[in-house]
């Protein structure tokens, strides 16, 4: 089993953004504790970030035949982007919506996710720790989906 987490625009400056809202956590601190869990779990992991929407429409194509399962935090492209939605419902791979910040009580434009549709389901309000939890979500899915 292999797993892409794949982190939208910002996120590559987690750890010194709005730390009241995101927290002190960078991103490599992220990817380290997801290579951990996906050690733990005996599963492959794929770590990316781009902080440009075509790049992540690319990638996410590239995770055909190659990984089983996306989390993604699309960051404010998630509120944005069609292309990324569109992306998602063109390949065969099940994605998982991440939000480190509980989106649904921060400012009105962040309630709508052009994403959640297309999503197996949502994590948000969790910080670093959703990361943790989404691997594990995801697994599950595939187990039962089989
Ligand atoms: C975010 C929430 C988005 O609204 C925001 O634009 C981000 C980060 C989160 O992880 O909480 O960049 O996706």
């Given amino acids: 089993t292999a797993i892409l987490i794949l982190n939208g625009p910002n996120l590559n400056l987690l750890g010194?953004?709005?730390?009241?809202?995101?927290?002190?956590?960078?991103?490599?601190?992220?990817?380290?504790?997801?290579?951990?869990?996906?050690?733990?779990?005996?599963?492959?992991?794929?770590?990316?970030?781009?902080?440009?929407?075509?790049?992540?429409?690319?990638?996410?194509?590239?995770?055909?035949?190659?990984?089983?399962?996306?989390?993604?935090?699309?960051?404010?492209?998630?509120?944005?982007?069609?292309?990324?939605?569109?992306?998602?419902?063109?390949?065969?791979?099940?994605?998982i919506e991440l939000h480190l910040s509980n989106v649904h009580a921060r400012e009105e434009f962040r309630h709508k996710s052009f994403i959640s549709a297309v999503a197996v389901g949502v994590i948000c309000g969790f910080g670093a720790r959703g990361y943790a939890l989404a691997l594990e979500a995801m697994l599950g899915h595939l187990e039962s989906s089989g």
């Fill in 16 to 95: 010194t953004r709005q730390p009241d809202v995101y927290g002190h956590t960078t991103l490599a601190d992220i990817e380290a504790m997801c290579r951990n869990k996906a050690k733990a779990l005996g599963i492959e992991l794929g770590f990316g970030q781009s902080n440009h929407e075509g790049a992540l429409v690319d990638e996410i194509h590239g995770a055909r035949g190659r990984f089983d399962g996306i989390i993604l935090n699309a960051g404010a492209y998630t509120h944005t982007s069609v292309a990324l939605r569109d992306a998602i419902s063109s390949v065969d791979v099940p994605m």
